[in-house]
């Protein structure tokens, strides 16, 4: 089974923008802890996010720590209206 990459800059914006909300400013603090997991569990959020074991868990931390930014993203749907149309976006490329 081919690893998923779950940064990918220009395929990922929204999810990665929920990331960079989501961390914390001073990342240089840093706590050594021990967690139980259930190892299917682990394999496959490693296969899914194709990063060993520190950086799964980080990545698995970060989305926690922005679903608040995607739950105020959701509440946005339908609400913000542009001041260009699709067909003027897109004839823009």
């Known amino acids: 089974m081919a690893a998923l990459s779950i940064c990918t800059p220009e395929k990922n914006t929204i999810f990665n923008t929920g990331i960079a909300y989501g961390k914390l400013r001073d990342m240089a603090a840093s706590r050594k802890i021990t967690v139980e997991v259930p190892a299917e569990l682990l394999e496959k959020a490693q296969q899914a996010s194709g990063a060993g074991i520190t950086q799964t868990i980080r990545t698995g931390l970060q ?18 209206h542009f001041s260009r149309s699709l067909a003027e976006l897109k004839s823009d490329r």
Not at 63 to 80: F, T
């Open 63 to 80: 989305l926690v720590a922005a679903s608040r930014a995607y739950a105020r993203l959701r509440q946005l749907r339908g609400k913000v």
